[in-house]
């Protein structure tokens, strides 16, 4: 985020006087506070430039196939910049083919040809029998790791080590902290050849309320580790990001093209993160980015040579808008064969990053020749990618401030690519803090009491306390109980104590549903829709007795669903639905807040199967502000009503369309 200087909170009805009773009063609510609140408060600064009531994130995320050499320290600053350059908050390193010999991670003397580093060896010198015996060997050992355990070294709290590090992870390691001495390596996370590195500055180390990790082999038999995914989902201020780097399926030809669209679904299904763990990554956060050596090619609809000749031509004449037109994953998605949410920048604004040849600094933008840069036998493509996605009515929080190749990285053939992003999450002092009832005598009787910060936690004499003085508030009342204070938020608002909106679906249907029956039972799906939010305590649940094959944990039949239609994949659901949203808190509250329209197959014998997810923003539904696609007809007072038309989503592919009627009506009630 941006370091500039500290915004002043809105002027307080009347001034705090820093008397021995306040500052006292402070003290005890800074002790209470590090102990009990939902999170902490990091040193963030408000951006000038965010909109109000929110702070800007700046991201770096970089991918990087290594072709198994081990990076210089100078590679590792063409990677990223040194200590961050004092600009990034979250620093992201997704590698493909990241693992090396044991003399590969040992420090190496300059090359005596060329003094710019690297391999003592003559250029040019073949291999022995027996050392290129040794090496596949060494391969087959270092692919069977992966396979048998992962590696995660992050030096956390949140994750554990389950196996010792190698001399090439702790080589890397060793880089990469040198050259980023302000961050924390949260996740640093390796399965088989693949290589997730996630570093946050340290000052904002205690803002991450939770981290996971999650992994997903698509190899040899889909067992083994030489492809596949790693997924790591970050929750930062309420605000979720996944990050999953992927080394999919190589080669050119319409069956590999098809094979590397069934690896991105299954890594986006398989790597299950966040609660509830039934939908896949793409669904469950608030933005995720999908990034690495995806290696889908260029493809002219013409022969191997043919293919390879017009992207040579291309080449020479600088217009790789040509190539990119001609880009697999670019008609993947506009077909719907994968990843289709998501979006990226411009690739054509830089020349195709595979394949290069090695220890060529430099592309030709700065000045070499195409046969200087590429190497013959393959047709350049753009086979290394950042892609990113958000939730609905998220999306302008996220932005794409750059995308860019990195040809000065020259240990191997891929071109490194990098993107920075900017995203806004909720301000420290919008964030709902809680202090245990225990500690709480009584309520002010504004119940309005609210913290700003702009400094470390350890700053409690810069704390600003709004709306209290000792003598309207104390936490050592006489007349204090357990039971009168039982639960109490001294942040929540009087007002809305009693608020619901109840949130009807009607006239549901479904076309088009994937089928999901085998033929030899007919064939068809069973459809049926469950409603679960994504956000604990905002809807009252209805206790339903459970059955076995109920899909997913126990959890979830608690929540309400419709009536099965027998093999039917254009069904029309004769259900009223009827939910009850929480609006004790402010609705402001509910941004970032979903519920999922889950499309379920029901079996008789087996475990029901996920169809798909319909994903609604809840405070677009209860205010009405974009994210489900139109506005409801009139707001407090009565009731109004939206028509929802979505496609129904699974591991980013579509799966049928979903259509109905949400009528919203606002009670006074108890929330039971």
């Known amino acids: 985020m941006s370091h500039s200087d500290p915004i002043t909170p809105p002027p307080a009805p009347r001034p705090v006087v820093k008397t ?15 102990q009990h609140t939902k999170i902490l408060a990091p040193q963030l600064l408000l951006d000038s430039e965010a909109p109000p009531n929110c702070m800007r994130m700046n991201v770096l995320i970089a991918t990087v196939n290594m072709g198994n050499a081990m990076p210089t320290q100078d590679d590792i600053g063409e990677l990223v910049p040194e200590d961050g350059d004092d600009k990034y908050d979250v620093l992201v390193v997704g590698m493909q083919e990241a693992t090396f010999g044991e003399e590969e991670a040992l420090p190496e003397p300059p090359s005596p040809a060329d003094g710019t580093g690297g391999s003592a060896k003559k250029r040019g010198s073949k291999p022995s029998i027996m050392t290129k015996a040794v090496k596949a060997v060494k391969k087959v050992e270092e692919t069977f790791r992966g396979v048998i355990s992962s590696q995660d070294t992050s030096d956390n709290k949140f994750t554990t080590t389950d196996m010792p590090t190698t001399a090439d992870s702790t080589a890397l ?44 082999n698509t190899g040899i038999g889909h067992l083994l580790a030489n492809k596949g995914g790693i997924a790591a989902r970050l929750t930062f201020t309420d605000t979720s990001l996944s990050f999953v780097t992927c080394h999919i399926q190589a080669h050119e030809g319409k069956e590999h093209f098809q094979r590397r669209c069934a690896d991105i679904s299954e890594i986006l299904g398989g790597t299950k993160l966040g609660n509830p763990k039934r939908y896949d990554v793409s669904l469950i956060s608030h933005h995720t980015f999908v990034f690495g050596d995806l290696n889908f090619r260029t493809d002219f609809g013409k022969g191997k040579k043919e293919n390879k000749e017009l992207c040579y031509q291309a080449l020479g ?85 750059k995308l860019e190749a990195i040809p000065k990285y020259s240990a191997s053939d891929h071109n490194p690519v990098r993107s920075t992003f900017t995203i806004d999450v909720p301000a420290i002092e919008d964030i ?86 085998p033929s030899l039972v007919g064939g068809g799906s069973d459809p049926y829709i469950q409603f679960v939010p994504l956000s604990d305590h905002l809807l009252k649940r209805q206790h339903i007795k459970k059955k076995r094959n109920t899909l997913g944990n126990g959890a979830f039949s608690h929540y309400k669903k419709t009536k099965t239609k027998r ?61 489900n696609g139109v506005r409801p007809k009139s707001i407090k007072g009565g009731t109004s009503s939206i028509e929802i038309s979505k496609p129904v989503m699974k591991n980013s592919m579509v799966q049928g369309h979903f259509e109905g009627t949400v009528e919203m009506c606002w009670v006074d009630g108890k929330i039971g």
């Open 20 to 34: 021995a009773a306040t500052m006292e009063f402070v003290q005890k609510v800074h002790k209470v506070e590090r």
């Open 173 to 216: 390691h060793a880089m990469l902290e040198r050259h980023l001495p302000s961050y924390s390596g949260v996740v640093r996370y390796q399965r088989g050849e693949m290589r997730l590195h996630i570093y946050v500055r340290s000052s904002l180390v205690p803002a991450l309320t939770d981290v996971e990790v999650a992994a997903e």
């Open 317 to 401: 004449k600088g217009d790789y808008e040509e190539i990119y037109r001609h880009d697999e994953l670019q008609r993947a998605i506009c077909n719907g064969e994968c990843l289709t949410n998501f979006q990226e920048g411009d690739c054509s604004k830089f020349p195709p990053t595979f394949k290069v040849k090695r220890h060529v600094k430099g592309s030709l933008e700065d000045g070499h020749s195409v046969e200087d840069v590429y190497n013959p036998q393959r047709t350049p493509s753009y086979c290394d990618r950042i892609l990113f996605t958000s939730l609905p009515g998220l999306e302008k929080k996220l932005k794409q401030v």
């Open 432 to 517: 709902e803090w809680h202090f245990p009832s225990a500690l709480m005598s009584r309520r002010p009787k504004d119940a309005n009491l609210k913290v700003y910060t702009s400094t470390p936690v350890k700053a409690d004499s810069d704390r600003i306390i709004r709306d209290y003085t000792p003598d309207n508030f104390d936490l050592d009342h006489p007349d204090s109980t357990p039971e009168k204070r039982e639960e109490e938020n001294i942040f929540k608002d009087n007002t809305n104590l009693d608020r619901v909106c109840k949130v009807t679906f009607l006239d549901m249907r479904c076309r088009n549903l994937t089928e999901m029956d």
């Open 567 to 627: 093999h039917n994949v254009n069904p029309v659901f004769d259900d009223v639905i009827e939910l009850e949203i929480d609006l004790s808190q402010e609705k402001d509250l509910l941004n970032g807040k979903f519920l999922a329209l889950t499309i379920i197959d029901h079996d008789d014998l087996s475990e029901d199967d996920l169809i798909g997810t319909v994903v609604l923003n809840l405070a677009s539904l209860v205010g009405g502000e974009g994210g």
